[in-house]
């Protein structure tokens, strides 16, 4: 296997954006999750560099809904959490001989795939000078971590949580892999709070309010 395949962990329907439930009801936020699920897909494969996928969920409407676009899924028995299930993708990754791994999280309704192609980009202009890579973008607060990616795909400790934008930096000069901060709204957006959905719904007008919309 070779190319860079990218890896989507995504938490069970039901435990979701529960930040989101003062404005979506539960059902709302699973069709949220899953029509941004669907996006994530959508663009991805649009990409000759992107090999392929591996969805990460214990949740069977989300490993369905992936199977369904054609992706292949790793089925946790229980949520592990999101660094355990990142660290699974990697160790996946590490034994089909990927040549590199995308991380990105379910929910940037706004990524396109020129995003990804500019942190792609970052790494691969490199390419050949026997050096290992990583592109990172933050989240708008430059806290966070919303996409990953190393190049080539080696042994690496996650760090997803609060401050983790940092300490995937730090871990990266300490496997002496150089990073390279990529920035680009879409990458940075992603749907965690009430204020979040504020500006997506200003952004993508609906007739229903209260209904997830992806265009």
């Not at 192609?117 to 592109?135: L, P, Q, S, W």
């Amino acid at each position: 296997m070779s190319g860079i395949w990218a890896i989507i962990p995504v938490k069970p329907l039901r435990t979701s954006k529960t930040r989101l439930a003062h404005v979506l009801s539960a059902e709302q936020r699973a069709d949220l999750i899953r029509n941004c699920l669907l996006h994530t897909l959508a663009v991805l494969q649009q990409l000759p560099a992107i090999a392929g996928c591996w969805v990460i969920s214990s949740d069977a409407v989300v490993l369905a809904t992936a199977m369904a676009q054609g992706v292949q899924v790793l089925a946790e028995e229980k949520p592990r959490g999101l660094n355990a299930a990142v660290q699974w993708g990697l160790q996946t990754a590490v034994h089909a001989h990927a040549d590199g791994i995308l991380i990105l999280p379910a929910d940037l309704p706004f990524m396109t795939p020129g995003d990804v192609t500019m942190m792609i980009d970052a790494v691969r202009v490199h390419e050949g000078n026997g050096r290992a890579y990583m592109a990172i973008c933050p989240d708008e607060q430059r806290t966070g971590t919303n996409a990953l990616l190393l190049y080539p795909t080696t042994p690496f400790t996650f760090h997803y949580g609060p401050g983790s934008f940092q300490q995937h930096l730090a871990e990266a000069r300490r496997r002496q892999r150089i990073p390279v901060v990529t920035t680009t709204p879409g990458l940075q957006f992603d749907l965690d709070t009430e204020t979040d959905w504020q500006k997506y719904q200003q952004r993508t007008p609906s007739p229903n309010p209260k209904i997830p919309v992806i265009y």
